[in-house]
């Protein structure tokens, strides 16, 4: 199999964005929003080259030319993270029994889910600044932030709190599901 050189992949940094580097953490900034995430690797590294980010690695094996692509990846969604955010909605969907949510701080409260008496709890572990929870219309709620992974994280953890066990999923859909990302 013939390898290849060089592996180089570019991620454009829009005006008004600032990238700092420092021992393997890049820090990407804009308008008060700041994403930092740690890049460390033996072979592949990230530099800053005519307003944009170089990945790059030099005669790279399968694995190295893998991570090349991811890095580039993470490195585009924190550049879009703090130039436009993400938003997932989540929807609250119930057939008998009148589901009502709320957020306590640091958790969100999910009441009488299959006319449960005990209140079930979605764990919300980052700061209002870094990652925010609305709910809209008593049925919709916006996560939205500048990290994806928060953002997800946070999403995933509102759906797995109203997970059912022991009924069938086809039948018993009540629950709390993401129904578009942004």
């Known amino acids: 199999m013939v390898r290849m050189d060089s592996v180089s992949l ?4 829009p005006d008004g964005v600032t990238v700092t580097m420092s021992d393997g953490s890049i820090s990407i900034s804009n308008d008060g929003k700041t994403v930092t995430r740690e890049f ?13 980010l170089e990945v790059f ?22 550049v879009h993270g703090v130039t436009e955010g993400f938003e997932y909605t989540l929807k609250v969907v119930y057939s008998h029994f009148p589901m009502t949510i709320k957020v306590d701080g640091d958790r969100l409260m999910i009441n ?25 219309n008593k049925i ?28 069938d999923r086809r039948v018993f859909q009540d629950g709390i599901y993401v129904v578009s990302k942004k």
């Open 140 to 167: 919709d709620v916006i996560v939205s932030g500048s990290d994806k992974e928060k953002v997800g994280q946070t999403s995933a953890n509102i759906e797995r709190a109203c997970r059912i066990r022991g009924r």
């Open 10 to 13: 570019r991620v454009e940094i």
């Open 40 to 52: 460390a690797h033996r072979t592949v590294s990230i530099s800053l080259v005519d307003g944009a």
């Open 112 to 136: 009488n889910l299959f006319g449960e008496k005990v209140p079930r709890q979605a764990a919300l572990p980052w700061s209002p600044a870094e990652v925010q929870v609305k709910i809209e």
């Open 57 to 78: 690695c030099n005669l790279p094996r399968r694995k190295e030319r893998a991570l090349a692509g991811t890095w580039a990846a993470h490195l585009g969604n924190m």
